[in-house]
């Protein structure tokens, strides 16, 4: 039996799996949302764990506790890999979801983008979510205590990898965005998800939780390095959340 079935084939695993295919989440929310105790839900991720389905990250707001997130490019593969084992015609390219075209028709939606300093992870997954719906979608970041510029790294690994010029954007506060409604609100930092405002019962809430990339790094020479990951991260994230937003319907005022 192919490991991937052997292992969403178990209805709790299943559940985990089917609960972190949405975002980062720990332990103790993953308890409430699949009603099980703590030990079985800590062994069930330790074997998705073994079998690369999951990965685990300390949070950066207390590094007591951990995020757990679901690598879907690796499910993509171990699904391609299950059915070729059945029958070779049942073989599909595992391939992320492709970027949309422009003839392609998105649905009204304003997304938001969360991070700390609004200088480097939000204004990044702003910049390839519009660059991904060619403006389709209505995006915009901002900050729980912004920075003063956006960092330098964000805006040379963006025009280098995607052609995407943010050199002029100035970070912005969460509050300067009180009242505006907002379809989903995403934050990639654990220390913002904390403070994050809410914005109404209609926004959805998603969590990816990311290291910032201006910190990784121990020398100026890692600090590219850990900008490149970092952005490539969020890109995986974006274009995995490009079918999400696709069958997301408009909300009617």
């Keep these: 039996m192919p490991e991937f079935v052997r292992l969403a084939a178990h209805p709790l695993r299943w559940r985990l799996l089917t609960e972190l295919a949405v975002g980062d989440l720990r332990v103790r ?35 007591r506790d951990s995020y757990y997130r679901l690598d879907l490019d690796r499910c993509a593969q171990a699904l391609a890999d299950a059915g070729a084992a059945l029958h070779p015609a049942l073989r599909r390219a595992a391939t992320p979801p492709p970027s949309p075209d422009g003839r392609q028709r998105w649905p009204r939606l304003a997304v938001l983008f969360v991070c700390t300093g609004n200088s480097a992870r939000s204004p990044i997954a702003e910049a390839l ?11 915009t970041s901002a900050g729980s205590r912004p920075k003063a510029r956006v960092h330098p790294h964000a805006v040379q690994v963006l025009r280098e990898r995607y052609g995407i010029d943010i050199a002029g954007r100035q970070p912005r506060h969460l509050d300067t965005l009180r009242g505006r409604r907002f379809d989903y609100v995403i934050t990639l930092c654990d220390r913002a998800r904390e403070v994050c405002p809410g914005f109404g019962d209609h926004a959805r809430r998603v969590h990816w939780s990311i290291p910032d990339p201006a910190t990784a790094g121990r020398s100026e020479q890692d600090s590219p390095a850990a900008f490149g990951h970092a952005t490539a991260d969020i890109d995986a994230r974006v274009r995995h959340l490009l079918p999400v937003l696709a069958q997301t319907p408009e909300a009617h005022s």
């Design 29 to 63: 929310e993953l308890m409430a949302l699949v009603e099980a105790p703590q030990n079985l839900v800590s062994y069930h991720l330790r074997l998705l764990r073994e079998g690369g389905l999951v990965a685990v990250t300390r949070s950066s707001f207390d590094g």
């Design 129 to 139: 979510l519009r660059h991904h719906t060619t403006g389709g979608v209505t995006v």
